[in-house]
Nanobody, 121 residues
Framework: QVQLVESGGGLVQAGGSLRLSCAAS????????MGWLRQAPGKEREFVAAISWSMVYADSVKGRFTISRDNNKNTVYLKMNSLKPEDTAVYYCAADSSGLRSIRLGHADYWGQGTQVTVSS
């Protein structure tokens, strides 16, 4: 069992930055592909970024967001720069044992509770 707890969301002006963190419980953190997905009001949840031994990003965030992980701290991060109002959403941390493709499709073994990111124009 893995528990994921996100933090770092908040309200920021367009063009600003935020860093989300996701702390995971358990001893097998390094074995999981970790990812971030988001869901805006009235929209389906969508893939943002994922990391295993490599990283992948949604086209909408490429060049602005950076995903990283610290296996010693059981934590995955999402640094978000040049934020836009359309980035407003609840951001979810996810852990999956199947790899990058699985998380890109929105599948995960474990999910966090989500953290709200609001970008004002």
């Amino acid at each position: 069992q893995v528990q994921l707890v996100e933090s770092g969301g908040g309200l920021v002006q367009a063009g600003g930055s935020l860093r989300l963190s996701c702390a995971a419980s358990g001893r097998t953190f390094s074995r999981y592909t970790m990812g971030w997905l988001r869901q805006a009001p009235g929209k389906e949840r969508e893939f943002v970024a994922a990391i295993s031994w490599s990283m992948v990003y949604a086209d909408s965030v490429k060049g602005r967001f950076t995903i990283s992980r610290d296996n010693n701290k059981n934590t995955v991060y999402l640094k978000m720069n040049s934020l836009k109002p359309e980035d407003t959403a609840v951001y979810y941390c996810a852990a999956d044992s199947s790899g990058l493709r699985s998380i890109r499709l929105g599948h995960a073994d474990y999910w966090g509770q989500g953290t709200q990111v609001t970008v004002s124009s």
